[in-house]
């Protein structure tokens, strides 16, 4: 084969290579993106769905007092003095300290999906930059190819 059809094949695959790195790379960006914005999506869901708890909760504190109330008034007893006072008192910290302890869980569990979304952006980000330095690799690996071929 003649140096010329050679030196065309050479630059022709560095080329194509060249291309197919670029388009991996774009395609890794693109998949980084997509993740990190399901991510996001589901750190938002994660919110709500601490918010909803939080609701819930509360209102299930409130039917729980509520009970507790009937059932001293149901015994004779004045809910709002003494004994029942703290009992009552206790229940509505216990309800509080179970909601700021979701909200804590939630948080963290926020926290980190949206920390992963991060990571999956930056790692879609590096693979594009690395399809760059791949690409220039091929190119290069091309001309090296076609100047050994012309220096025989």
Not at 29 to 39: D, K, V
Not at 66 to 71: F, P
Not at 76 to 81: A, D, R
């Amino acid at each position: 084969m003649d140096p010329v059809s050679m030196s065309i094949m050479v630059i022709g695959a560095a080329g194509v290579s060249a291309y197919s790195s670029l388009q991996q790379g774009k395609f890794a960006e693109q998949m980084g993106e997509r993740n990190a914005a399901l991510l996001e999506q589901e750190a938002e869901s994660i919110g709500k769905a601490s918010e909803f708890e939080e609701r819930e909760t509360r209102i299930e504190g409130r039917k729980i007092r509520a009970r507790q109330l009937l059932q001293f008034a149901k015994g004779g007893v004045v809910p709002t003095t003494g004994t029942p006072s703290v009992v009552g008192q206790q229940t509505m910290v216990d309800i509080e300290k179970d909601i700021k302890l979701r909200k804590y869980g939630y948080g963290l569990q926020k926290s980190r999906t949206k920390s992963k979304a991060k990571l999956a952006r930056l790692e879609g980000r590096a693979a594009s930059r690395a399809s760059a330095w791949q690409a220039g690799s091929s190119l290069l690996t091309g001309a090296y190819r076609v100047g050994s071929i012309w220096n025989k």
